[in-house]
Nanobody, 120 residues
Framework: QVQLVESGGGLVQAGGSLRLSCAAS????????MGWFRQAPGKEREFVAA????????QYADSVKGRFTISRDNAKNTVSLQMNNLKPEDTAVYYC?????????????WGQGTQVTVSS
């Protein structure tokens, strides 16, 4: 079992920044790659960013490249998402997930989500 708890969401104006954090506990955190996903009202959950255990490999959705940065601290069992130059279309509930390392695909381990609202 892996337990994930997100924090750091909130309301911000367009062009602003937020930093999301995801604290992991349970099974060995370093066994998993980690990812961030988001779900806007009426839309399906979509991939945002991912990072491998070493932190040397990251992936981003085209919509956030150059604006968002994912990082992880294996000593603290945390993964973060720095979001800069936020746009109204970034408004969504953001979730972290413990990804299967071999395939970088989502596991059944999700956090409860944190709301990000970007006003225009």
């Amino acid at each position: 079992q892996v337990q994930l708890v997100e924090s750091g969401g909130g309301l911000v104006q367009a062009g602003g920044s937020l930093r999301l954090s995801c604290a992991a506990s349970g099974r060995t955190f370093s066994s998993y790659a980690m990812g961030w996903f988001r779900q806007a009202p009426g839309k399906e959950r979509e991939f945002v960013a991912a990072i491998r255990w070493s932190g040397s490999t990251t992936q981003y959705a085209d919509s956030v490249k150059g604006r968002f940065t994912i990082s992880r601290d294996n000593a603290k069992n945390t993964v973060s998402l720095q979001m800069n130059n936020l746009k109204p279309e970034d408004t969504a509930v953001y979730y972290c997930n413990a990804l299967y390392a071999a395939t970088m695909s989502p596991s059944r381990y999700w956090g409860q989500g944190t709301q990000v609202t970007v006003s225009s």
